[in-house]
């Protein structure tokens, strides 16, 4: 197995939907094939935000369940809750002292989430957290899009400052930038990403059965006229169907865009339609036969290893900081 780590996380917050199996989910298991690949329910950070206790509990199970369901092997990879591994929040505050306050007033998902949520001290620490997520496993590579470019520059800048005074303890991680799902939009607002918190209908998510499917895409918000094109700015509706629809095939977007250029956009929902529920049907069939206990068993297990390996870390924090 490589010794290259990789790490990621997801907040137990809503449904799993179709740009985050696009999006994260499939990058996750191709990266296990180069990757040790680390990946983590990330419940500490889903804290910054109100929940119900009872809620969140199922919340964060159902994600992890869904995590294995798309095709994460626990016997080549590590999943476990944040909460389980002590040291993500032992190593956030290390790392706070050499946070600059002013760079994290001027994060752009603090700024956003502040004004939906008010502000506390979690929401600012954040990055911090997700910085001690990445480097509590020495990890040398971290899939992100461009809105989470920020805090892995943040990550970054945190490992580099590490090293410059207390020595070298930290690899500097690099970006891995997915090569496909990197923009999956809205059904009713092509111009928003995909998101958990919005309306059901706007989103696919990973549970739903194909009528459902069907049912959400026939009604997905296109553009006016009837060519199919790939074109974001005239034809956003469209070229997110596309998109989604070149994943599902495995076919080039332009080839699908030719074949139903003149179709008519009733029959080009209907073959994205066919195309999504094909592929989301064999992971909803996965989830729903996966038993309870064979999610906590992994989780249980996966936490065990990932708090023998933070162990390792910690004592050359430890170390290098004058804490033992």
Known sequence: MTNKRVFSGMQPTGEPHLGNLIGAFSNWVSMQDEYFSIYCVVDLHAMTVPNEPAQFVEARHNLAKMILAVGVDPGRSLLYYQSAVHHHAELSWILSTLAGLGHLERMTQFKEKSDKSGQNLGLLSYPVLQAADILIHKVHAVPVGDDQAQHLELTRDLAERFNHRFGEVFPIPERITPEIGARVMSLTDPTSKMSK????????????????????????????????????????????????????????????????????????????????????????????????????????????????????????????????
């Open 197 to 324: 918190t919005d309306a059901p209908k706007s989103r696919i998510d990973l549970i739903d059965t194909t009528d459902q499917i069907v049912k959400k895409i026939k009604s997905a918000v296109t553009d006016t006229g009837s060519v199919v094109a790939y074109d974001w700015e005239g034809q956003p509706g469209i070229s997110n169907l596309l998109e989604i629809f070149s994943y599902f095939t495995g076919r080039p977007i332009a080839d699908l865009a030719a074949e139903y250029e003149t179709a008519g956009y009733g029959t080009f929902k209907v073959a994205v339609a066919e195309a999504v529920a094909d592929g989301v049907g064999p992971i909803r069939e996965a989830y729903l036969g996966m038993s309870d206990e064979e999610v906590a068993g992994v989780m249980s297990s996966s936490a065990e290893r990932a708090r023998s390996m933070a162990d390792d870390t910690m004592a050359d924090v430890r170390s290098a900081t004058g804490l033992t």
